[in-house]
C-alpha cells in the first residue's frame, strides 16, 4: 500500500481529466479560491419585534445566483457557527466522473495505481481511454486495480475504454464499523503472524496474505468515506461522523490499522524466505508471550476504541510500553548470543531480531491510536468521563 495515498493526492493533476458536466464551471469557480479566506464585519439589525439580521454582500450573493427569495439551508456546525448553502445542495458542486489517458502513462503500472486514487478521492465513473487502442498488459493493470476496491466493477469495455463505476452508497457503510472490521482484521493478522512464526506452514502464510489484501481493500473504501466526508457534510452525517475533527483522527487511525497489515505480510515473507529450521522450546516461549501480551494490548485497545473506555485506554499503554520493553529485551537477547551456540541447539534465532524489531513496530502503531482516542476523549468531556471537567472562563 505505500504510495497509494501520494498517488490519490496527485490523482487529478497526473493523466486525469475532469469530464464536462453542467456543473464543472461552479466546482472550478470554487477551487481557484479555496486557499485563500476573507473576514468582513457585518453588524446583526433588528427585523421587526423579535427577528435579527444581517445582510449579503451583493458580489457575492450575484456570484452565486442568490437574488430575492432564494431559499437557503442554515447548518449548524460543531463550534456553532452557521453555515448557509444553497437549498437542496452546497454552493460547490464536485465532478464525479474522470477519464485516465492510458497513452501518455509511462508503464501499466501507473494506470492501475492512479485508478486506485481516483476510487480513494471519490470518483464514481472512471474511464481508462487511448486513442491508439487499449492493449492487453492496460487492460490486466486496469482488472487487477479493480479487484482492489471494493465496490468497484467493470461496466463497459471496448478497443479504446474501459468504463469502471464504484456502486458504494456512503450510508451503507458506517465509519465505525468499517474501523471496527479493520481493527478486527488487523489483529487477526498479528496473531496469525506469530503463530506462523513458531508452526509455518504454507496454508498459513497464504491466509496471511489474504488478510493482508482484504485489510487493503478496507483502508481504501474508508479513505474513499473520509474524503467524500471531508467535502460534503451531508455524507459525514451519513456515515456517523459528528465531529468533523474526527475524520483526521480516524484517518490515521486507519492509516496504523493498514500499517500493521503490511508489517505482518512483510514479516511473513522473510520468515517464508529463511527457510523453516527447527525452533527451540525457549523461541517457542518467547513468541508464545509475546502473543499473550499483544492479545492484552489489543483488548484493551479494542475497549477504548469502540467503547470509549478512557481507563482501558490508559491500560493499554501501560500493555504496550510493557510489551515494547520485553521486544527490546528479546532483540538484545538474540544478538547477545553466538553463532556456535545457535548451531548447536539447531534454532533460528537469527529471525528472532526480525521477529520482535517488527512486533515492537507494530506495538507502536496501536500505542499510536490509543492516543489519538485519549485525545478524543479529553477534548470533549462527557459524563462518562469523570476524569476531566471543563471549566469556562468567566467573563470580567
Known amino acids: 500500500m505505500a504510495g497509494t495515498e501520494a498517488i490519490a493526492m496527485r490523482a487529478n493533476k497526473y493523466a486525469v481529466a475532469n469530464t464536462k458536466t453542467e456543473t464543472d464551471d461552479c466546482f472550478e469557480g470554487e477551487a481557484e479560491g479555496e486557499m485563500g479566506l476573507e473576514r468582513e464585519i457585518r453588524k446583526v439589525q433588528k427585523l421587526g419585534n423579535a427577528s435579527l439580521g444581517v445582510s449579503i454582500p451583493k458580489e457575492w450573493a450575484a456570484s452565486k445566483g442568490i437574488t430575492a427569495g432564494t431559499l437557503l439551508d442554515m447548518i449548524y456546525e460543531d463550534n456553532g457557527d452557521i453555515l448557509l448553502t444553497q437549498r437542496g445542495g452546497g454552493f460547490q458542486q464536485y465532478p464525479t466522473r474522470c477519464r485516465i489517458h492510458a497513452d501518455i502513462c509511462p508503464d501499466s503500472e501507473m494506470i492501475r495505481r492512479i485508478i486506485i486514487g481516483c ?11 487511448s486513442a491508439t487502442g487499449i492493449t492487453e498488459e492496460q487492460s490486466e493493470k486496469t482488472r487487477e486495480a479493480v479487484d482492489q476496491l471494493t465496490g468497484m466493477t467493470i461496466m463497459e469495455q471496448d478497443e479504446r475504454q474501459i468504463v469502471m463505476t464504484c456502486i458504494i452508497k456512503p ?9 471496527r472490521r479493520l481493527f478486527l482484521l488487523s489483529s487477526l493478522i498479528v496473531e496469525r503472524t506469530l ?19 482484504e485489510i487493503d481493500r478496507l483502508y481504501r473504501l474508508i479513505l474513499r468515506l473520509l474524503l467524500l ?19 483526521l483522527g480516524n484517518r490515521a487511525i486507519a492509516a496504523a490499522l493498514e500499517s500493521v497489515g503490511d508489517l505482518c505480510e512483510s514479516l511473513t515473507g522473510q520468515l517464508q524466505s529463511s527457510g523453516q529450521p ?8 518467547a513468541i508464545e508471550k509475546m502473543l499473550s501480551m499483544f492479545r492484552e494490548l ?31 529485551a528479546e532483540i ?8 556456535p551456540r545457535n548451531e548447536r541447539k539447531g534454532m533460528a534465532d537469527n529471525v528472532r531480531p526480525l521477529i520482535f524489531s517488527n512486533m515492537k513496530n507494530i506495538v507502536r502503531e496501536y500505542e499510536f491510536i490509543v492516543q489519538i482516542m485519549m485525545n478524543r476523549f479529553i477534548e470533549n468531556p462527557s459524563h462518562k468521563f469523570p476524569y476531566v471537567e471543563l471549566e469556562m472562563q468567566k467573563e470580567p
Open 119 to 129: 476510487y480513494v478521492v471519490g470518483y464514481d465513473t472512471i474511464r481508462v481511454v
Open 171 to 179: 450510508p451503507e457503510f458506517p465509519i465505525m464499523s468499517m474501523i
Open 195 to 213: 503463530e506462523n512464526a513458531i508452526r509455518p506452514t504454507e496454508a498459513s502464510s497464504g491466509s496471511i496474505g489474504t488478510m493482508e489484501l
Open 229 to 247: 466526508s471531508a467535502r460534503d457534510r451531508e455524507v459525514a452525517r451519513q456515515i456517523g461522523i459528528e465531529d468533523s475533527r474526527h475524520m
Open 278 to 285: 527447527r525452533h527451540s522450546a525457549n523461541y517457542d516461549e
Open 298 to 328: 489489543s483488548s484493551n485497545a479494542s475497549r477504548c476504541l469502540f467503547e470509549h473506555d478512557l481507563k482501558a485506554a490508559s491500560q493499554a499503554l501501560d500493555s504496550a510500553a510493557v510489551l515494547e520493553e520485553a521486544c527490546v
Open 332 to 339: 538484545k537477547s538474540a544478538h547477545s548470543e553466538s553463532p
